[in-house]
């Protein structure tokens, strides 16, 4: 099947730092990658979606200039969270979208999910 | 807008009892995907299954089975004989057909933690 990695697993950085976080599909081509946001005991909320060569399209009320997405390959995407603070502390998700598709006119696509990161701001 | 609905925020049961969680959506879409994912505390999620809104049969995955009930807008899961290793928090999930616009955004539950003791 698919692989999708997250680099780091896990990384502690001091408030104000910037942490970029790495998604990458390994064995598949992915012109769409998801990056969603898991606080504790809550469900995933989808950030962002980022597309290979544009611009990311981010969900109402994630601010674009806090977290910063680059597509710049097929394989990769990274999420930089800027000036870090600790309400950034989160588990953070990736997910891409391979090029399986089933069901004819009304396609669907497989997403893979990297295997999260989690971030902790002192 | 999409939406799903799990209420059942924690469940406990004892191995061997059968046990299944809700998932009640919304959606406008004619065409949609419907998802369970089990994320142990580890954090990654499983993929357990997809099923598209034109199936409605229902589903026998070894002790896993799912009911696809598209007239209440429904998509439960049952663990039969559950045991200590299926204690995670499941998630049931949404996604629009790719050609509507959507790119295939998931749209997650709040999830059920699900504890199966001894």
């Known amino acids: 099947g698919a692989v999708v990695s997250q680099h780091p697993s896990r990384v502690i950085c001091k408030s104000g730092t910037s942490v970029k976080i790495e998604c990458r599909s390994l064995?598949?081509?992915?012109?769409?990658m998801f990056w969603y946001r898991q606080f504790p005991k809550q469900s995933l909320m989808l950030m962002a979606t980022?597309?290979?060569?544009?611009?990311?399209?981010?969900e109402q009320g994630v601010e674009k200039d806090k977290f910063l997405i680059n597509h710049a390959s097929l394989t990769l995407s990274t999420l930089t969270v800027t000036s870090a603070h600790p309400e950034d502390s989160s588990f953070y998700i990736c997910?891409?979208?391979?090029?399986?598709?089933?069901?004819?006119?009304?396609?669907?696509?497989?997403?893979?999910f990297g295997p999260g990161t989690r971030l902790t701001v002192l | 807008a999409q939406k799903v609905t799990q209420a059942q925020t924690e469940i406990s049961v004892v191995e061997k009892e059968d046990v299944t969680l809700d998932c009640v959506y919304e959606?406008?879409?004619?065409?949609?995907?419907l998802f369970w994912y089990k994320q142990p505390p580890s954090g990654e999620l499983v993929f357990l299954i997809r099923?598209?809104?034109?199936?409605?049969q229902n589903e026998i995955s070894g002790r896993y089975s799912w009911n696809f009930q598209k007239s209440t807008s429904s998509f439960n899961f049952t663990i039969t004989a559950s045991q200590v290793v299926d204690s995670a928090v499941y998630f049931c999930?949404?996604?629009?057909?790719?050609?509507?616009?959507?790119?295939?955004?998931?749209?997650f539950g709040t999830g059920t933690q699900l504890k199966v003791e001894l």
């Open positions: 999930a949404l996604s629009e057909a790719a050609l509507t616009g959507g790119g295939n955004k998931l749209t």
């Open positions: 099923r598209n809104s034109f199936d409605e």
């Open positions: 959606t406008r879409d004619t065409t949609y995907y």
């Open positions: 064995d598949f081509q992915a012109t769409t």
């Open positions: 997910s891409a979208r391979g090029p399986y598709s089933s069901g004819g006119l009304s396609s669907y696509n497989e997403q893979f």
């Open positions: 980022s597309n290979e060569g544009s611009k990311a399209t981010y």
